[in-house]
């Protein structure tokens, strides 16, 4: 018989586990019937791209990181190899706001650990005894103890504060819009909680990689992806050529779930006679009802939470146990001729000791070809977070109007801008806190209870578009293993 499967969540952890379902059953011969259900009217969550005249604009993310690759792969399996597109690295340059002034990220600095020693000694933007500091993290002792850290704690102990001030902060509030006095080290950055294991040193640790890369290209193996991956019409185009893929999945928007139900039926087995396997009732806002042999929830946690109360209270209150913060981005277009600002880099970010109401800044038309005419520039601003969540909610003139004030600011750019999107994200970013895996491991065996539900998504092991395919691909595999044991 045809086994029945329900996906709940149509963003791309959703769409993800319906593709990699659909690849394995077919390579292993199984028929498997797939529903995927979505409510709002269109699939793809957080990812939404937007053309507006002769530009590109992304509301949500803007790229992957290919170091994670399972974006990059499954592109080249759904036929989008030529639609990657790298960064300008002409332009590989992130600067800092510090004292009012932007100031270049010293060249060799990898996200927060420097590998080369020139660029650093050079900077104007982390002082002589912060040098000195993070220099030291060659000779520091390796952490005894197994405990979580906060990224604060971690970065403090290795690097030093400045490292900490200027570079670890405003990068995480920038790209993960998460409070580094809270995030867990072992579960935002696992590799250097693994370096530090491995070399004794985050420095020592990423040199050997970069040495390892160096060797890789030496051998004719040139990078073919820059750090960054975008897609040449927007990461839209991701969700959309996964649901042409698809199959044997059916697609219902509009669609919200409201509860999940398990009951038990009784089936025959050719070894134990009768037996009791769990089906799972799915109820719909509009009123319909599903049954599934499986069903893979792939909606926020809080949403997950709320939709199995019914099943299991303690698994809600674990779920719920992971904070979101809202953040938004406004895009902002001005014709290039007038402003004085090089951009000469992919854009900058804020510390918080800067006091400033926005996180951060990309200048994509820089970061990015295909975005913006030639004559114009675009620039998508960071608002919201950990520290200024409330800004969020400005209405879209006050919200405006503080942007062009913070670009005037910091950039002084005073122009018009030719023209503004905002998009807000309502409690879109999950905060991985401290003790963060050690609640998914709980929740783990707690769901073990539960044969034929699985949980993915961006709450639990990783929320880069990167990771959450590659946690759907783990889930399907789950899935097949358990339908068909
Ligand atoms: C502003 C912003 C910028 C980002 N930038 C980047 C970036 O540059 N690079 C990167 O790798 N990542 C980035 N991310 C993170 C990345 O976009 C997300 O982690 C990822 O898209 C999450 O996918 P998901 O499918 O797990 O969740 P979602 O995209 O949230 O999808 C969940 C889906 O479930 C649906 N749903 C919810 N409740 C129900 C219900 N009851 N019934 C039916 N359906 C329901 C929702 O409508 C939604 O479509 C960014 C995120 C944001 C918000």
Same mark, same amino acid.
């Given at each position: 018989m045809q086994k029945k499967i329900v996906i709940i969540g149509g963003g791309i952890s959703g769409l993800a586990t319906a593709y990699s379902l659909e690849e394995k059953a077919k390579r292993e011969g199984k028929s498997v019937s797939i529903t995927l259900l979505e409510k709002k009217n269109q699939i793809g969550g957080n990812i939404l791209t937007e053309r507006v005249g002769d530009f590109l604009i992304e509301g949500g993310p803007d790229c992957f990181l290919s170091e994670k690759p399972w974006a990059i792969e499954l592109c080249e399996r759904l036929g989008m190899g030529d639609s990657l597109l790298c960064t300008n690295d002409k332009f590989r340059k992130t600067y800092i706001l510090w004292n009012g002034h932007l100031h270049e990220l010293p060249e060799g600095v990898i996200l927060m650990v420097p590998t080369e020693i020139f660029p650093l000694l050079k900077s104007n933007l982390i002082s002589f005894s912060g040098k000195i500091r993070m220099g030291m993290e060659l000779f520091i002792q390796k952490n005894k103890s197994n405990d979580d850290e906060s990224l604060s704690q971690f970065v403090c102990r290795r690097l030093g504060q400045e490292a900490l001030d200027k570079i670890a902060a405003p990068l995480v509030a920038g790209v993960?819009?998460? =409070?580094p006095d809270t995030m867990s080290v072992k579960s935002r950055f696992p590799r250097f909680v693994q370096m530090e294991e491995e070399y004794g040193s985050l420095i020592k640790g990423m040199i050997a990689k970069r040495r390892e890369m160096r060797r890789a290209g030496s051998k004719g193996n040139k990078p073919k992806y820059t750090m960054f991956m975008t897609l040449k019409d927007g990461l839209s185009e991701m969700p959309a050529t996964i649901v042409r893929n698809l199959k044997s999945t059916e697609i219902l928007t509009n669609r919200e779930v409201l509860n999940i139900e398990k009951f038990l039926t009784s089936t025959p087995d050719t070894e134990k006679g009768m037996v009791s396997l769990p089906n799972y009732k799915i109820s719909l806002k509009n009123g319909e009802v599903l049954d599934a042999d499986t069903v893979v929830v792939a909606t926020p946690s809080y949403e997950t939470a709320s939709l199995l109360t019914g099943i299991d209270d303690s698994i809600s209150a674990l779920l719920n146990k992971i904070p979101y913060t809202s953040t938004a981005t406004v895009s902002l277009a001005f014709k290039k001729e007038n402003i004085s600002n090089p951009m000469n880099g992919f854009g900058f970010l804020v510390p918080?000791?800067?006091?400033?109401?926005?996180?951060g800044a990309t200048w994509v038309s820089r970061k990015f %070809?295909?975005? %913006?005419? =030639?004559d114009s520039v675009l620039i998508r601003c960071f608002i919201g977070g950990s520290h200024n969540e409330k800004l969020v909610f400005l209405n879209d003139k006050d919200m405006i109007e503080m942007v062009k004030g913070e670009l005037r600011d910091i950039m002084g750019i005073t122009l018009e801008p030719l023209l503004t999107r905002i998009y807000r994200w309502e409690r879109a970013m999950p905060q991985y806190t401290i003790g963060h895996e050690g609640r998914l491991s709980i929740l783990d065996k707690k769901l073990s209870e539960y044969p034929g539900m699985f949980l993915t998504g %961006?709450?639990?092991?990783? %929320?880069g578009i990167s990771e959450c395919i590659k946690d759907g691909q783990i889930t399907a595999e789950s899935v097949l293993k358990y339908l068909f044991r």
């Open positions: 993960h819009a998460e =409070d918080r000791q800067e006091k400033r109401r926005i996180t %070809s295909y975005r %913006s005419p =030639d %961006s709450s639990y092991r990783g %929320s």
